[in-house]
């Protein structure tokens, strides 16, 4: 299947009381281009080819900064390059940030080879995938200002006896916060936390206003029955916490890309910047029987775990479902017997979601997260730049895994934020969470040494242990880093559902990137290079 996607720069209206805003948009079109773009619905096993074509303006609707490494065009042009995230493709369609082209192809970035993009899709369904810009250093400007949208790998025969929600009852829910001018446009600082180091970057954005699929605070009309609901977090830095105001519960069958073992039912669910999670809920479940609305809420401080708590009447909401009243057409009617009653989730779930489905790892490695100050007194200290074992993008590579095998990684968090460590190409799963005692010494010493051995990290990792929340006990492409704690993650450089290896050679130029999900924190530059050995 060939398609061609352009980018495009356009107009938007996200509330009726809002002026439009500018926003840079993916379409087969400029008429048909959107924010955010088009849902890609592609087929297990089937490639897709995409020709993606840079129609964007000689110069970003958005500020950047300079002094961060940045692709920089020599003559003008907004660079642009499409990653799939949580997909499995060769690197040359992999979208390397230093793959980047301006407009007509103008001019491109040193990795660059190609036009069109090849997509196996060979990685399994759930499929809940994404597609956004990846060009260096200017993540956190282009997905602001709007590249980026859904993808979903299909896979019928899987996914048929599951008896899933479908067509209008299966909802993408791609949420992000944003801030508005008064004259619609998107808000972006132009003055950086520390100017005299980085003009304009700053460690986090946030927006008060949370937008769903492209509408601020929108409503969305439900039947009293069940729904599938893809809830991608497509947030630069926000974190979620989201419930509903009535208390229903999500059922969780997924999340990123793979299904669970079986379902899990909670009441809550923290997604990180880029994470998804795939749910029934169950309208049928609401009380009052008249038609009514139902909000769904976020409490998650920003930046997160320990920052800003939420304003009720702002970013706390998300949107609200008009749930309509009882005994309508497509109501789930119950049945005489409980037992048989047709609103209880199918038996749903895969046994290759665990970790024991794949073979033991063969490597283990250490990666250290760094916050570099400008000073080290934490009341006046200002971030200057996030590393990743104190290296950056150009530094040459040290994770070399061995494509086909799998490996363990202890992420040691030195920083007051939790990170959403993402690598491209492959799936992995949080294993445990082991807290640091005495983190402040280690981290001195770590500062000074860059050594665990040096820095002794087996007597402080020694504290307690934190559970892995069921609802993340799948092979996932973002997984959540807590400060001050050792996540030990089982690392697969192969296909999970079927254990075998790449039908590609993942081990060709120019590799892959691993790096931080908070698009201010990747921009500044937590990326590192991952190239696979033979």
Known sequence: VKRILAMYVYVQQFHRDMPPTPVFVYGQSLQTATFPGPTIVARYNVPLYVTWENHLPDAHILPWDPTVPTAIPKN????????????????????????????D????????????????????????????????GLTRASLLAGLLAAYIVEWPELEMPFNLPSGEFDLHLVIADRQFNTDGTIYMNSTGVEPKIHPQWQP????????????????QAVQRRRYRLRILNASNARYLNIRFSNGLPFTVIASDATYLSRPVTVSNLLLSPAEIFDVIVDFSLVVNPNATDIELLNSAPYPFPTGTPTNDSLDGKVMAFNVSAKWQLNDDINTPTPADNSTTVPEIGVPFAKVTALPPTMKTRYIVLYENMTTNDPNTGKTMNLYINGLRLEDPPTETPISGTTELWHVINLTPDNHPLHLHLAEFQAVQMLQLVDPDMFKTCMLQHNDTVICNLSQHAVGALQPVPEEEKTWKNVVKIPPA????????????HNNMPYPFDATAAPGYVYHCHILDHEDNAMIRPLTLLP
């Not at 003008?76 to 407009?103: E, I, K, M, N």
């Open 76 to 103: 003008g042009g907004v660079p642009t390059v499409v990653h799939l995230h949580g997909a499995a493709q060769a690197p040359d369609s992999d979208g390397h940030a230093l793959a980047w082209f301006t407009r």
């Open 105 to 136: 192809f103008a001019e491109n970035g040193s990795t660059w080879t190609k036009k069109t993009y090849t997509y196996p899709n060979v990685q399994p369904a759930a499929g809940n995938i994404w597609y956004h810009d990846h060009a260096l």
């Open 204 to 219: 986090e954005y946030f927006g008060e206003v949370i937008t769903v699929n492209g509408k601020a605070w929108p409503f």
């Open 485 to 496: 704690y050792v996540t030990s993650v089982v690392v697969a450089f192969r296909l999970v």
